[in-house]
Structure formats: structure tokens, C-alpha cells
């Protein structure tokens, strides 16, 4: 089993700047897990934001983003703690939703869909104002 647990959601004016964090306990294995954030806004579905992990034994390290935040989020890991970072920079109103760190066991093939998680944090709230 893996736990997930995000912080660092908040209240932030549109232009605004915050950095979510998910520190991940249990049976982790930094090299074959692939980290991704998704959101949440109320009345729609939960979609994809970024991931990081390694595309497969002795490949690069790659990553991904979504659309809508490409060019102002930035997701990284440290592995010797065990934690994930999404730094949202260029916050925009739409950005408003629940955040969620979700862990998938094996190599990040460049996509990451909700369905393919193995494990989910409880969420951290991100609301932006305009």
C-alpha cells in the first residue's frame, strides 16, 4: 500500500503563485512509480495536469503536462523524500478546483489517465480569484 498526502492549497489572487506538495509513505519505489496531479472543479470530471516518471530501465526522465497549464506549471520530485511538487505560477480563476496527487506503479509512458492510478491523496483545495 502507498499513502498519498497533499498540502499546500490555498486562497491566491489570479497572477498568484502556490506550490502543492505530496509526500508519499508505505511500500514506494521512486523508479518504477509515476507521479501525476489531477483536478477536480465542481460539476465536471476529474481531469489530468501533470506527471513525472521514468519512461523505462535506463531511459530518460520525463514528464507532461496539460494543455491549459503547459508553459506556468511546473511538476518534480525528490525521491529521497519521497515527494512530488507541482509549482502553479500565472494562477488563472479556471485553475479553481481540488488537486489531487495520484501514484501509478510502473514507467510513464507520456499519458496518464485518472483511470490508470493505483493510489489517491484526499485532495487539497486551490481557489484562485479574480
Known amino acids: 500500500q502507498v499513502q498519498l498526502v497533499e498540502s499546500g492549497g490555498g486562497l491566491v489572487q489570479a497572477g498568484g503563485s502556490l506550490r502543492l506538495s505530496c509526500a508519499a509513505s508505505?511500500?514506494?519505489?521512486?523508479?518504477?512509480?509515476?507521479m501525476g496531479w489531477f483536478r477536480q472543479a465542481p460539476g465536471k470530471e476529474r481531469e489530468y495536469v501533470a506527471a513525472i516518471g521514468w519512461s523505462g530501465r535506463n531511459k530518460p526522465y520525463a514528464d507532461s503536462y496539460a494543455d491549459s497549464v503547459k508553459g506556468r506549471f511546473t511538476i518534480s520530485r525528490d525521491n529521497a523524500k519521497n515527494t512530488v511538487y507541482l509549482r502553479m505560477n500565472s494562477l488563472k480563476p479556471e485553475d479553481t478546483a481540488v488537486y489531487y496527487c495520484a501514484a501509478k506503479i510502473g514507467w510513464f509512458s507520456g499519458n496518464y489517465d485518472p483511470g490508470e492510478a493505483d493510489y489517491w491523496g484526499q485532495g487539497t483545495q486551490v481557489t484562485v480569484s479574480s
Open positions: 508505505g511500500r514506494t519505489n521512486s523508479n518504477y512509480m509515476v
